[in-house]
């Protein structure tokens, strides 16, 4: 999906073999390391050819090939997730400026004085629909709550799993605008024909959405997601109260970020598992009780940088600028 996102940006994009080390298994290592082999000599021709001034790293092992291959070249790494990963812990080492999306961060790296907080850079057109042009885009109505609820750009199954049971209590008194990702939209058909026809009306499900995506967090009173690192920046931007479900099987990066939101108030952690317990009277609390999601709401904007993507883009100018004298 991000591959497709940079070609329709009309980026100029070029891949290089990368894989994984970590966690994987004792027979998958060898050819691992090997593509990583391969992608450190398709680097190199890489940066021989495009002579860069600065690298800019995000993470991931995809990351690691190149920062080898350019060691010598000034870089700035980003860190999206409040806690670092394995990869990005290792490229920090060789990156003279991180940037970070909140000060809680900082602590993952003592020793670097590079440290800088940027804020979670978040895509333009977000802020471009206002409530009226939202709920028309999506054909909903103007005089119901509207829950959101998805779990990334791939989806989420056990978020979906646990809302279909949930849907006809809950659709009694909201609407929910529901982004189920691929992988769930046969099951999302079955569960969408079986429901009565009041409560198709209500129930809006889309594999995913991209330019909509601003119009679906703005139609939001509230949001049940999990909590990967675009909740850091997208739902303080919009000041969207709350329910994050970490994934439960990607290390703790998920958990990190649903505890740093929910300890200022923004935001309520709900476990994996007891989601299909909790999802009705949880989502039903919330939303009869206007004034804690007012409380939440202005806890998450507190949050925001708003110029998040300009402030990474002036270390890494300010970098390239320092080392061109």
Known sequence: MEADLVAQAGVL???IPAAGVHGVGLRTLPGNLLRLGRGFFAAR??????RPDVMFFTGGYVAMPMALAGLRIPSVLYVPDIEPGLALKTLARFADRIAVTADDSRRFFPRHRGVIVTGYPTRQGLLSWDRRQAQE???LHADLPTLLVFGGSKGARS?????????SELLAEMQIVHITGELNWPEVEQVHQELASEQIERYHPYPYLHAEMGAAFKAADLVLSRAGASSLGEFPLLGLPSILVPYPYAWRYQKVNAEYLARHGAAIMVQDAELPEKIVQLVRDLMQDKK????MRAAMQTLNKPDAAASIGRVLVGLAEANAV
């Open 13 to 15: 994009f070029e891949t």
């Open 45 to 50: 021709k890489v940066l021989r050819r495009f």
């Open 137 to 139: 885009a999506l054909n």
């Open 159 to 167: 978020i979906n799993r646990a809302l279909f049971p949930a849907l």
């Open 292 to 295: 804690r999601r007012a409380k």
